[in-house]
């Protein structure tokens, strides 16, 4: 089955810990997103890659770092800079080009405490 | 910068009855797409159904269906004969037709909960 898998589906970390949260597609996808999920609000943009060793801060990427070593793999790592790391974090990918939907994975709950 | 607005944080609807889901959005560009996802209790996000900004024959997908109105910049889902499999988060999502960077991104609004009883 092709899709998306992120793991763990909850994290648990103590303030002032980076944590690192894995994010692997078999979809054969160019593109992978990092969105981020607050009670009450939307997802919100935090990393895209549109290709290998390629990849662009979004709209609140202060706090966050990723890589994309591999097309499959999009890991996203919350530093310690991060102010409210507690949140929903929720991996996408598409098929880079027009009309392409984004196929989300499970997400993961990561609490910091 | 585009913005997603839905003003009812929630909703309910009766089996077999007929909803609809309010969205608004803010742009300057002529051509985009816009989106429902559902997320239901598991958090997954699920597709519900897509609209084309430059088409003006509204999208449907089995019961559910939108009415786009792109001078109003108004994009409302309805759900037909309404199912308990129905009850969930749903989000309306805008993406720019420019499809590389982080314009590709999915601008989304904050979501309407719907509850679905018997």
């Known amino acids: 089955d092709g899709g998306i898998t992120q793991s763990p589906k909850y994290l648990f970390r103590k303030e002032g810990q980076n944590v690192t949260l894995s994010c692997e597609q078999n979809?054969?996808?160019?593109?992978m997103y990092w969105y981020r999920q607050d009670p009450g609000q939307g997802l919100r943009l935090i990393y895209y890659s549109q290709i290998v060793n390629d990849f662009q801060k979004g709209d609140i990427a202060e706090g966050y770092s990723v890589s994309r070593e591999k097309k499959e793999s999009f890991p996203l790592t919350v530093t310690s800079a991060q102010k409210n790391p507690t949140a929903f974090y929720l991996c996408?990918?598409?098929?880079?080009?027009?009309?392409?939907?984004?196929?989300f994975g499970p997400g993961t709950r990561l609490t910091v405490t | 910068a585009q913005t997603v607005t839905q003003s009812q944080p929630e909703m309910s609807v009766q089996e077999a009855e007929t909803v609809t889901l309010s969205c608004t959005y803010d742009t300057s560009e002529s051509d985009y797409y816009l989106f429902w996802y559902k997320q239901p209790p598991s958090r997954q996000m699920i597709l519900v159904i897509r609209q084309e900004a430059y088409k003006q024959q509204n999208a449907t997908e089995n019961r559910f269906s939108v009415n786009f109105q792109k001078a109003a910049k108004s994009f409302s889902l309805k759900i037909s004969d309404s199912q308990l499999g129905d009850a969930a988060m749903y989000f309306c999502?805008?993406?720019?037709?420019?499809?590389?960077?982080?314009?590709?991104?999915?601008?989304f609004g904050t979501g309407t909960r719907l509850q679905v009883t018997l």
């Open positions: 999502a805008y993406r720019s037709l420019y499809y590389t960077g982080t314009a590709s991104k999915l601008t």
């Open positions: 996408a990918s598409s098929i880079t080009g027009d009309n392409h939907e984004q196929y």
């Open positions: 979809l054969n996808h160019d593109a």
